[in-house]
């Protein structure tokens, strides 16, 4: 049973809990517990993903998780055993998203020039705004695709079909956070933004 998700970067070690009360009948209490990891076409990764062995503390198990891909999704499956013999198994989903850009700004900083890689790290980062709630970070978001679109012009030019592709998705995925913007209040995006955006 799932019974929880994570979300961390691939640089964070996050801890995360499984709460095995549930489980446990009157008088019970957990005995031994394992933790195994899975990608998204069930190959155990628990050699690079997990960190360190599960620990149990009162009704808890704990499982350090590290690295992970951006992007991808794993799934960590404690395998718990109590004293009175019950064996009960749960999962949480883990969802590795990409770190922020470590060289400043990101509004100010895809490099010089400006490079695909460096935008689209700001995009998958900044994408998550509805999930997080957050109007800073579609501005930002928004900021990045208009980036993307400067510089998939001139990829584009050079006979790249697939960033074109790319570039009809992007501009649909900014009308979508403009959108989202104006339900909440927040002025639609305009072609250039200024630091004082985003502050």
């Given at each position: 049973m799932q019974v929880g998700v994570?979300?961390?970067?691939?640089?964070?070690?996050?801890?995360?809990?499984?709460?095995?009360?549930?489980?446990?009948a009157a008088g019970d209490s957990?005995?031994?517990?394992?933790?195994?990891?899975?990608?998204?076409?069930?190959?155990?990764?628990?050699?690079?993903?997990?960190?360190?062995?599960?620990?149990?503390?009162?009704?808890?198990?704990?499982?350090?998780?590290?690295?992970?891909?951006?992007?991808?999704?794993?799934?960590?499956?404690?395998?718990?055993?109590?004293?009175?013999?019950?064996?009960?198994?749960?999962?949480?989903?883990?969802?590795?998203?990409?770190?922020?850009?470590?060289?400043?700004?990101?509004?100010?900083?895809?490099g010089n020039p400006p490079e695909?890689?460096?935008?689209?790290?700001?995009?998958?980062?900044?994408?998550?705004?509805?999930?997080?709630?957050?109007?800073?970070?579609?501005?930002?978001?928004?900021?990045?695709?208009?980036?993307?679109?400067?510089?998939?012009?001139?990829?584009?030019?050079?006979?790249?079909?697939?960033?074109?592709?790319?570039?009809?998705?992007?501009?649909?995925?900014?009308?979508?956070?403009?959108?989202?913007?104006?339900?909440?209040?927040?002025?639609?995006?305009?072609?250039?933004?200024?630091?004082?955006?985003?502050?």
């Amino acid at each position: 049973m799932q019974v929880g998700v994570y979300r961390k970067t691939p640089g964070e070690k996050e801890r995360i809990a499984f709460d095995v009360t549930h489980a446990l009948a009157a008088g019970d209490s957990p005995l031994s517990a394992t933790c195994t990891a899975y990608d998204s076409a069930n190959a155990d990764v628990s050699a690079t993903l997990l960190d360190g062995d599960a620990q149990i503390s009162a009704g808890s198990v704990y499982q350090f998780v590290k690295g992970g891909i951006a992007g991808s999704v794993y799934y960590v499956v404690v395998s718990l055993t109590t004293a009175q013999g019950a064996v009960v198994q749960d999962s949480v989903r883990v969802e590795v998203v990409a770190s922020p850009p470590s060289s400043g700004d990101p509004i100010l900083d895809f490099g010089n020039p400006p490079e695909l890689s460096a935008i689209r790290n700001a995009m998958l980062y900044y994408g998550q705004y509805a999930i997080e709630n957050s109007v800073d970070f579609a501005k930002r978001y928004i900021y990045a695709c208009q980036a993307f679109l400067d510089v998939a012009e001139n990829e584009i030019t050079h006979g790249s079909e697939s960033v074109k592709k790319e570039s009809v998705g992007v501009q649909s995925n900014i009308d979508r956070a403009d959108r989202w913007l104006k339900q909440r209040g927040s002025r639609p995006h305009v072609r250039h933004l200024s630091v004082r955006n985003f502050r």
